[in-house]
């Protein structure tokens, strides 16, 4: 089993950016997927979260209405889009499989990409 985040750079505060992550090796549309992010100091925490065959999706607070997770169940493909980026997004993003619904806890996920750095500047 695989997953690779990528779509991270470098943004000024109020851009956007879409963070993919491709799996391969495991039944995709059946897994839920999550978007974690982790900055220098601070613990792993939960962005987004989608369900795997209806799609029902969870955000964080801190990035509710700026963030969209989408997937395409064909392209084995989960999008996260950001728009109006602030500095304190700035992290690493990781994306993680796993086969509870909606879980916004790192430990419930079973499988992780190895991050995509997102830096937001002022």
């Known amino acids: 089993v695989q997953l690779q985040a990528c779509g991270g750079g470098l943004v000024q505060a109020g851009g956007s950016l879409r963070l993919s992550c491709a799996a391969s090796?495991?039944?995709?549309?059946?897994?839920?997927v999550g978007w974690f992010r982790q900055a220098p100091g601070k613990e792993r925490e939960f962005v987004a979260v989608i369900s795997g065959v209806f799609g029902r999706t969870a955000y964080a607070d801190s990035v509710k209405g700026r963030v969209t997770i989408s997937r395409d169940n064909a392209k084995h493909t989960v999008y996260l889009q950001m728009n109006t980026l602030k500095p304190e997004d700035t992290a690493v993003y990781y994306c993680?499989?796993?086969?509870?619904?909606?879980?916004?806890?790192?430990?419930?996920?079973?499988?992780w990409g190895q991050g995509t750095q997102v830096t937001v500047s002022s």
């Open positions: 090796g495991l039944s995709f549309s059946t897994y839920v």
């Open positions: 993680a499989g796993g086969k509870l619904v909606l879980s916004m806890r790192p430990s419930d996920y079973d499988y």
